[in-house]
């Protein structure tokens, strides 16, 4: 028999409590592998919380905790971190980024079941964030890198939480992307996804420019947002002033000196072959390297004026020599699909982002006395000279490691507990594969059409924020927001790829069915 309809206009019941808890088993054993990653992600969290005290200190942590090096990048990360600090300790920060790292897994699971992906597809696209030890690692030191993820997947899931997006949810989700350059200013190139994303959704051209303006609007708002408070902070209206040395690194190392025609002024940024084979990260922060070593040959005339000379110097390696440049960044970008994970030479050690035996020390900046963790301030720091002083008490007393935790997260994480690179090249292959698909959307279902245009968001993000971390330089650090972008497009691809396999094999009208006899053909009028 029939259950009775509630009549039009009349409130829909709630359900209680009680029966939402009665219903909890049911809806755990439909979604048994999202289950079982989540618990698995929150224990590996776990251990990795208990086993460092009172949190990892990283040499960038020194900016965000006592504004060492500043204008050298985004320093939005300090709004979280202050009002944390307000009630707790690092170890406190340590917690929530650790619960921010579960709710970004278990909101791609939703998102894509939402959008109509199996569920075991779902868990392939959740299972990376939640125990990659990379990713543990991330949410361990005191960095602004897991919130920069966060607001990525944050805001691809209000855009992507209805097929058909209203305008408001595209200006939020957009909002929350440009609001992402506060952390790292690599988000900037997330207009692009953006912007792909609006021309994705297709309809009418009008419609489209409007979407376009809004979210492109949106976007640039939050910069110029975060770039405002940076102007009312410290009088300089930029998102960072390290884009020109960063680029340097990456230009040095490429660059053919023997045939680029520039400035005798701008000739001593050129590297020897011995200093090009250390890589970017030497060549742009050495002491002894040929940026900080350029002010004592420029004339007085140029004096203060390093920035503007590095710059010129960057600006002719591109025109001149753009195929090198293209190179570098090509054969960088490849490492992350490498089937181990390792320091090629030049590049950043990788150790810096694996757990240790011990309570991990940067020398000279982070080293670690019984008495506590002391920090080397160097003398462009807050003091203007060179000063060394102990990590304050209040943010969580002495260093202490529990050795037996964290020998089984560096066994874990060396032992392969990390996104293998052969599986996310499968995902950018799938991913690319479901985005183009987009071009033959007249051929396309609606619900491959709605996952094509989803994966296309995700995938143009991913490629789009690697690929503009690699033109600076590699860095396993850089490659981590791989784990939250390319697993969904490249389980969103492989959803798309299924919903047009099983529309190919679905019978139009009028064809003959295996079993059947075939309609008789009606007669010509």
């Not at 980024?97 to 569920?119: C, D, E, F, K, N």
């Not at 490691?401 to 599986?423: E, H």
Request: charged share 15%.
């Amino acid at each position: 028999m029939s259950q009775p309809q509630p009549a039009a206009g009349a409130p829909i019941e709630r359900r209680p409590a009680k029966a939402l808890l009665a219903s909890a088993p049911g809806i755990l054993r439909r979604h048994w592998l999202a289950t079982v990653l989540v618990i698995a992600g929150v224990v590996l969290r776990a251990v990795t919380w208990m086993a460092y005290h009172p949190a990892i200190i990283y040499i960038d942590t020194l900016k965000y905790l006592y504004g060492a090096w500043p204008g050298s990048d985004p320093i939005a990360y300090k709004i979280p971190l202050r009002l944390i600090l307000a009630f707790g300790d690092l170890g406190t920060v340590g917690i929530i980024q650790h619960l921010l790292g579960v709710a970004m897994g278990v909101t791609i699971y939703v998102l894509l079941i939402r959008r109509g992906a199996p569920r075991w597809l779902g868990a392939l696209a959740m299972a990376p964030v939640l125990l990659d030890a990379y990713q543990l690692q991330t949410e361990a030191m005191i960095m602004p890198d897991v919130w920069f993820e966060a607001l990525i997947v944050a805001g691809v899931a209000l855009l992507l939480w209805q097929p058909r997006p209203r305008l408001a949810a595209l200006v939020l989700g957009a909002a929350m992307l440009g609001a992402s350059t506060g952390l790292r200013q690599v988000g900037e190139v997330l207009i692009v996804p953006l912007l792909v994303y609006v021309v994705a959704l297709g309809g009418r051209w009008r419609a489209v420019l409007k979407n376009a303006v809004a979210v492109t609007a949106a976007f640039s708002l939050a910069v110029l947002a975060y770039m405002a408070a940076s102007y009312a902070r410290s009088g300089h209206f930029w998102i960072s002033r390290s884009s020109t040395s960063l680029t340097y690194g990456r230009m040095a190392e490429v660059a053919d000196c023997a045939t680029l025609k520039i400035p005798a002024v701008e000739r001593p940024l050129c590297p020897t072959k011995a200093e090009q084979a250390k890589g970017p990260d030497w060549l742009e922060h050495d002491a002894a390297g040929p940026y900080r070593s350029l002010a004592a040959t420029l004339p007085p005339s140029l004096q203060g004026h390093t920035d503007e000379v590095t710059a010129r110097f960057n600006r002719a390696v591109e025109l001149q020599q753009p195929l090198r440049v293209l190179a570098g960044i090509a054969r960088d970008a490849v490492k992350l699909f490498a089937l181990t994970r390792r320091t090629s030479p030049g590049d950043t050690p990788i150790w810096r982002w694996q757990f240790q035996g011990n309570f991990p020390s940067y020398h000279p900046y982070i080293f670690v006395r019984p008495d506590g963790i002391w920090l080397n301030f160097p003398p462009s720091g807050p003091l203007h000279a060179q000063s060394i002083r102990k990590l304050s008490p209040a943010y969580g007393g002495p260093p202490q490691v529990d050795a037996d935790l964290a020998s089984f997260l560096r066994r874990y994480q060396l032992g392969g507990g990390y996104t293998p690179g052969p599986l996310l090249a499968l995902f950018v292959i799938t991913g690319l594969a479901g985005s183009v698909l987009l071009l033959a959307r007249k051929r396309l279902p609606r619900k491959a059409i709605d996952l094509a245009a989803a994966c296309s968001l995700f995938f143009v993000a991913g490629v789009a924020i690697l690929g503009a971390s690699d033109f600076f330089e590699f860095s396993w650090r850089y490659q981590m927001p791989a784990v939250v972008t390319l697993p969904p497009a490249g389980a969103l691809g492989i959803a798309v790829l299924i919903a047009v396999a099983r529309k190919s094999r679905t019978p139009a009208a009028g064809d003959a069915v295996p079993g059947r006899a075939p309609e008789l053909a009606a007669p010509a009028s």
